[in-house]
């Protein structure tokens, strides 16, 4: 085998089911009506499976500049993972209960809003991460030097 037709190393936490676990303020998010008290502690599990992979990428680089991958690592799950979907689905669940009327009734205004915020996380991962991926390729130092 040529070094190009080696087996790519499956990344545990951004090629497995494990990477959904970094998504889990989304779904936090999109129960807020329903369980307020379970939002803060579904972004606690988002955040830990950031340090996590943090960790993972920190403590298999051999480089003098391991700490450039930590902090690029811990930027781009930051982004990717925790603070623009987290965003995405809060606005989707606030602004779909703001335009239900209130004529439509408790049920629809708690549990319409959470099945939109439900709906929508599949269709915004993709594309979160690669504009996320975009723009730490044009900005990251880490990025950069792997590069050159």
């Known amino acids: 085998m040529t070094e190009s037709q080696e087996p790519k190393e499956v990344d545990l936490y951004r090629d497995t089911p494990v990477r959904l676990l ?14 307020p008290g379970w939002v803060l502690p579904s ?3 988002s955040i830990a499976y950031v340090l996590a992979d943090t960790h993972d990428k920190y403590s298999k680089d051999s480089s003098a500049n391991k700490w450039m991958t930590a902090v690029d690592t811990m930027v781009w799950q930051g982004l990717a993972s925790v603070a623009i979907p987290g965003f995405t689905i809060h606005t989707i669940v ?9 004529a439509s009734g408790a049920w629809a205004r708690t549990w319409l809003p ?14 979160i991460d690669e504009l996320v991926t975009l723009v730490m390729d044009k900005v990251s130092p880490a990025r950069k030097a792997q590069e050159d």
């Open 43 to 45: 972004y606690g599990v």
């Open 94 to 102: 606030k602004s779909t209960k703001a335009i239900l009327p209130k």
């Open 114 to 127: 959470t099945a939109a915020g439900l709906g929508a996380i599949p269709f915004i991962v993709e594309p």
């Open 22 to 35: 970094g998504y889990a303020n989304e779904v936090g998010e999109a129960f807020r009506y329903q369980l």
